[in-house]
C-alpha cells in the first residue's frame, strides 16, 4: 500500500523540476502544449469520441489528444500525459480525466494527475494569481473562480479540486459550495448575461503566456483593449468590458494603452493533426493573422 502524501509530494517536486528544466518559472501560467513539443514529445490531435489521452513511448513519444474535447479538459491531460513521460510509465491510454480520480484505483494515475495538477497550477503561481487581482482565495465568487481557471488554462471544477484537495488554500464547504455552480452560471455572472458560447475572460493581469482560444470562443477584454489581425472580431460589450469572437485560425494581437499585450492564437475547433500547426489560417483565409 502507497503513501499518499509521499505520491503527492513526489509527483509535485518533479513537475517543478520539469517547469526549471523548460526555463518556465514558477509564477506564471504556461501553455503545455508548447511545453510538451519544447520538450521533444509530439503532440497530435485525432477524431476519437472514446479516447481522452494516450502517451506512446519511444525514440520519438508522442501525446494523442481527443480533438473533441474542451480546451481545458485537454490541458490537463496534455499535462497528465507528461507525467507518465516524466515517470517513465510507458505507453498509456487514458479514458476520462477531470482531475477528480480515486487515487486507489491506480497509483501510476493518480500520480500523473497530481503531476498535472502542479504543472498547471503551481501553489505559488497560483496565489499570485489572486494576489495581483486583490482576490482572497478563501472568499473567492464563481465569476473570479472561472477568471483565474481560464488564466491557466483549465477547467472551472479542476481549479476548485486543486485548491482545495491538491494545495489546502479552499476548505471543503467553500469548495463544495463553488462546485454546485456550474461553469456556464459562473460565466453568466461573470459577463452579466448568459450566452451559449464559451468565454475566456482576459484582464490586465494577464501575462506570460498567449490567450489561446478556438473558433467560436468569446475573449471578454477590457474596453480599451484593442486587437490586430483577422482571427477576432469585435462583437459587441458586457459588462464594462468588450467581446470578441475568434473567428478563424490565426495569430494576432491584442492591447492596450494601459500597457496590457498579449498575442492571441486562434485554432480551430475540432482540429485535427500536428498540434503546432493548430494556429495555421484555413486555406481559404484571405490572409496569415498576424506575422
Known sequence: MYRRKEVVKQAFGEALRMRRAAGLDLLSPISVLDL???????????????????????????????????????????????????????????????????????????????????????????QRAFTLRGWPID???????????????????????????????????????????????????????????????????????????????LVFAPETVTAEGNCVELVGAANGGSLWRATRPGIGKMESRAGFSAFIRVSKRGFVGRSVFRHLPDDDAEEPCGH
Not at 52 to 79: D, H, K, W
Not at 160 to 170: D, K, N, S
Not at 183 to 212: N, S
Open 139 to 217: 472568499g473567492t465568487a464563481p465569476d473570479q473562480i472561472y477568471a483565474i481557471s481560464q488564466y491557466f488554462g483549465v477547467g472551472y471544477s479542476t481549479l476548485v479540486h486543486h485548491l482545495h484537495r491538491g494545495l489546502g488554500l479552499l476548505n471543503k464547504p467553500r469548495a463544495t459550495a463553488l462546485l454546485k455552480v456550474s461553469p456556464r452560471q459562473a460565466q453568466a455572472m461573470l459577463l452579466g448575461l448568459d450566452v451559449r458560447d464559451p468565454v475566456v475572460p482576459v484582464d490586465h493581469c494577464w501575462t506570460h503566456r498567449p490567450i489561446d482560444v478556438e473558433t467560436g470562443t
Open 36 to 126: 510538451a513539443e519544447c520538450l521533444g514529445v509530439e503532440v497530435r490531435f485525432i477524431n476519437v469520441p472514446s479516447l481522452e489521452g494516450m502517451y506512446v513511448a519511444g525514440v520519438q513519444p508522442n501525446i494523442i489528444l481527443s480533438s473533441l474535447r474542451p480546451p481545458g479538459r485537454t490541458a490537463f491531460t496534455c499535462a497528465h500525459e507528461l507525467g507518465h513521460h516524466n515517470n517513465g510509465d510507458g505507453t498509456t491510454v487514458d479514458e476520462l480525466l477531470d482531475g477528480q480520480r480515486d487515487e486507489k484505483v491506480d497509483v501510476k494515475e493518480f500520480k500523473a494527475d497530481c503531476f498535472a495538477g502542479a504543472l498547471l497550477m503551481p501553489k505559488m503561481a497560483i
